[in-house]
C-alpha cells in the first residue's frame, strides 16, 4: 500500500517554475500558469509532450502567447520556429526563423538562451521575467515560462515558451 505523502510517491516539483506563478510586481502570469497546465495536459501521461502536440487547436486562446524555439547542439543556434501575435507584438516583428541570440534586444537574447539552456539541461520548466528597451525606445516589462518538448522523452528537442508583457514606458515621441 502506498502512502501519498512519502517522496517516493509525491508529484515531481520543478525547482525554478512554482505550479501556480503569481507574483506582486504587476506582470502579466496568466498565460505563464495557463502554459504551464497545458503542457501537463498535452504531456501526459509522458513526461513530456512533443512539439507535434502544440497545436493551434490544442492551445487554443493560449495559441497567441505561445512560442517554439528549436534546439541546436550549440546554444547561439537556437531558433525560434514560431512565434506567438504577443511576442511578435512586443518585439515590434517576426522572429520566426531568427536565432534567440539575435532576435532579442539590448543583450537579452545572451540571457534568454542561458535560461534556455536551463530549462534543457533540467529537463524542467524554467519561469523568467525582465525588461528590454525596443528600438523605439518602448520600455517591455515581459514574463516568460520556458517548458522543454521531447519525442523521445529523453532528448529535449524543443522548448515551449509562453511569452505576457506589458509597456512600461511609451514609445518615444
Known amino acids: 500500500m502506498s502512502d501519498p505523502a512519502t517522496p517516493e510517491s509525491a508529484p515531481l516539483r520543478w525547482p525554478l517554475a512554482p505550479d501556480n506563478v503569481v507574483r506582486s510586481d ?22 513530456f509532450p512533443s512539439a507535434a502536440q502544440v497545436t493551434k487547436e490544442s492551445a487554443a486562446d493560449l495559441w497567441e502567447y505561445l512560442f517554439i524555439v528549436e ?16 511576442l511578435r507584438e512586443a518585439l515590434g516583428r ?8 539575435t532576435a532579442l534586444p539590448g543583450g537579452m537574447g545572451t540571457r534568454t538562451v542561458f535560461l534556455q539552456q536551463a530549462a534543457v539541461g533540467l529537463k524542467g520548466p524554467v519561469d523568467d521575467a525582465g525588461m528590454w528597451v525596443r528600438s523605439d ?8 515560462m520556458l517548458l522543454p518538448l521531447s519525442d523521445d522523452q529523453q532528448t529535449v528537442s524543443h522548448l515551449l515558451g509562453a511569452f505576457s508583457f506589458k509597456l512600461a514606458a511609451p514609445p518615444a515621441a
Open 26 to 47: 504587476g506582470v502579466e502570469r496568466r498565460a505563464n500558469s495557463r502554459a504551464l497546465t497545458y503542457w501537463k495536459q498535452i504531456a501526459a501521461p509522458n513526461r
Open 137 to 144: 525606445g518602448a520600455q517591455i516589462l515581459y514574463r516568460a
Open 94 to 101: 517576426n522572429p520566426t526563423g531568427e536565432t534567440v541570440a
Open 71 to 86: 534546439i541546436a547542439p550549440k546554444p547561439e543556434q537556437y531558433r525560434y520556429v514560431l512565434a506567438g501575435g504577443v
